[in-house]
Each structure stands twice: as structure tokens, then as C-alpha cells.
């Protein structure tokens, strides 16, 4: 639903188009963006990441992502023609706070991803897409996320639009499967009983590994987040390429691998990396896309996804994550709303 009421509105379908009225910037100075940078923190960074991809590949403009709490600390170079998007589901994260007005005092144009009306960060920007998510009780960001990301494809739409860069046709067929996405995520959810099994044969463990690359990559290190924070696991995202590198050395029986192997342009790769998994012992959890049957047999467990658009399938593959890390934690008889040291806003350094 809340995916639904991020698009709703914005999206005209008859005469595909992106309207984002809370956007104050003119078409001039969205035309002179030479460069976007994005800013936030925990699962709003996570879900900033896959705006990076959004905002090179629909677009077109260079696009960087930043941890709000270190970017002020870099003397980072900006100017009227760099873009801030900062992403805060609350929009009262101090760092990101800080970090947006590091960019106001260099005068750089902002854009905030925000679920809150009238919080400090809608302030200091000079634009907002709100989430529309209504209130997120649980301290951990679900529902804000996969709203986050919607908005930041509404958002590389819109600037397309108006930069020149997207016309009407290629407009529909990014706007067509966007429509299809609050079914499809309905139908995940569908799933929740088999999620539910997978976490009671794991609940036990104490180490997980989530591998991933290209745009699933943020989903591997926002997964690993969730099953940190509500069940107390250690738990790594990794980018799948930099396994070699590390990581590997860390594979045995006892740490379970959760590898995202959609049939998309990173699928050879990934299963690559499963099998270096296998071949060292390691149980391989594999998220893929319906019917892959090749990956199947290599994994030891699947959990598929609906075939989607690639730009848009983050949030089919994040669902079961989410409710993968609910049933664990469950199983550990964890406070999911509350988990211990946590906040739902980190409002001091």
C-alpha cells in the first residue's frame, strides 16, 4: 500500500509523464545538474545506493553515494551544479541534517526523500518526494525502504523528463512496470508461511554472509542490517566480487550464505560465487527469479521472486529478507519493535 500512495498521483500513465509538485527547482536549474550525490545513513544510505543506479541509468547524470556522517568531513566539492539528494526517513537524522547543511552553506540545490511533512530536512531543502508510508511503529525501516526506493525512481524520472533526456515513449516503458510493482510485492508477501520455514531451520545459527552485485548489492548489505538489528545475529553485506578478497576465508558449515541470483545481467557471476560457496562447505540460501531451475540445483535453498523489470526488482528481493529476518528473530524471542540500543531516530552524534 504504501508503495501504491508513493506512485499514486505522480505517475500519469494515459500520457506517461513523472509530476512531482512539492519540487521547487526550475527546469533551468535542473537542466545545469552536472552531478547528483546522495546522502544518508543506515537503510535510507542502502536504499540511496540504489538511487545511484536510478539516477546514471534513467537519467543519465553521474552520481555518487555518501555516508551523511562522514561527507562533511571529506571538504566535499559542490556548487550549484551538483544535486544533494538526501534520503532520511525521518528527516530528523542529525547527520544527514548536517550533511545537507554542509551543501547549503556551498550552495548546492537539494532534493530530500522523506516520510515526515514538516521535518527539519523538508526545510532546508529545496524540494521533497514524500514516501507516504504513515507511521512506521518498529524501529527498524521496512515499509520506508521500499517506499525510498520507489520514490528515488520517481525522482531519475522526473529529472530525465525535464533535462530532455526522456521522451514520451521511453517514459512509458519505464512507467508500465512501476505500475505492476504494488501487485507483484502483494504477491510476494504471499509467500510469508515459506519464509517463516526457511527461518526455523536457521534461527540458530549465529553468522550469516548476503552476497550480492550490481543494484542487489545494497539489498545484500540492507538485509544483512535487518537480521543485525532485530535478531541480534552477526551478520555481513557483501559486494559478491569482493568475496576472494576476505570474506571467503570466513566460509564453513556453520555460516550460511545468502546469495541474490536473479536472471539478470549478474546472474553468470553469481553463480560463480555459489558455486565457491558449495565447494567449501558452505549452505547457500539463493533469492532467485521464477523457474530458474540452474539455480536450483546448485543452491540448497531457494526463495524466487517475480520476473520484474531489473531497475525495479530491489524490492521484490528485500521483501523476503524482511520477513526472513522477522521469523528468525522471532524464533530467538527478540523484541522486533523495540531491539535493545536502538532508536528510531538517531537525533545526537
Do not use: W
Request: with cysteine.
Amino acid at each position: 500500500e504504501c508503495i501504491l500512495d508513493t506512485i499514486r498521483g505522480r505517475a500519469q500513465f494515459d500520457k506517461p509523464a513523472v509530476q512531482l509538485m512539492d519540487i521547487s527547482l526550475t527546469k533551468d536549474q535542473l537542466t545545469k545538474v552536472r552531478r547528483v550525490v546522495f546522502v544518508g545513513m543506515g537503510t535510507s544510505l542502502h536504499a540511496a545506493m540504489i538511487g545511484r543506479h536510478y539516477m546514471e541509468r534513467i537519467a543519465g547524470i553521474p552520481a555518487e553515494v555518501d555516508n551523511a556522517s562522514e561527507y562533511r568531513y571529506r571538504a566535499p566539492i559542490i556548487g550549484p551544479d551538483t544535486l544533494v539528494v538526501s534520503v532520511s526517513q525521518s528527516g530528523e537524522t542529525v547527520d544527514t541534517l548536517a550533511a545537507m547543511e554542509e551543501a547549503k552553506r556551498q550552495g548546492a540545490p537539494q532534493i530530500t526523500i522523506c516520510n515526515i511533512v514538516g521535518s527539519q530536512a523538508t526545510r532546508i531543502a529545496d524540494g521533497v518526494v514524500y514516501t507516504r508510508c504513515g507511521l512506521e511503529i518498529g524501529v527498524c525501516s521496512t515499509k520506508t525502504f521500499t517506499a525510498s526506493v520507489t520514490a528515488l525512481y520517481l525522482l531519475a524520472c522526473y529529472l530525465g523528463q525535464a533535462r530532455g533526456i526522456i521522451d514520451q515513449e521511453r517514459m512509458g516503458g519505464l512507467l508500465e512496470p512501476l505500475a505492476r510493482v504494488p501487485y507483484l510485492a502483494g504477491e510476494v508477501t504471499k509467500r510469508e508461511a515459506e519464509f517463516e520455514r526457511l527461518a526455523h531451520q536457521f534461527h540458530r545459527y549465529n553468522n550469516f554472509l548476503y552476497l550480492g552485485r550490481g543494484i542487489q548489492f545494497p539489498v545484500a548489505m540492507e538485509g544483512a542490517l535487518k537480521l543485525k538489528e532485530v535478531s541480534y545475529i552477526h551478520a555481513e553485506g557483501y559486494p559478491a566480487g569482493e568475496m576472494k578478497h576476505g570474506a571467503i576465508a570466513l566460509i564453513d558449515p556453520e555460516m550460511p550464505v545468502i546469495a541474490i541470483a536473479l536472471k539478470d545481467e549478474m546472474h553468470d557471476k553469481m553463480m560463480s560465487n555459489i558455486e565457491q560457496v558449495k565447494a567449501r562447505e558452505g549452505t547457500v540460501i539463493a533469492l532467485g527469479s521464477e523457474g530458474d531451475e540452474e539455480l536450483a540445483a546448485k543452491a540448497d535453498h531457494v526463495i524466487y521472486v517475480p520476473e520484474a523489470s531489473p531497475l525495479l526488482s530491489p524490492i521484490f528481493t528485500t521483501i523476503p529478507l524482511q520477513f526472513f529476518s522477522y521469523h528468525i528473530a522471532l524464533r530467538r524471542g527478540c523484541d522486533i519493535d523495540q531491539p535493545r540500543n536502538l532508536a528510531k531516530t538517531v537525533t545526537v552524534e
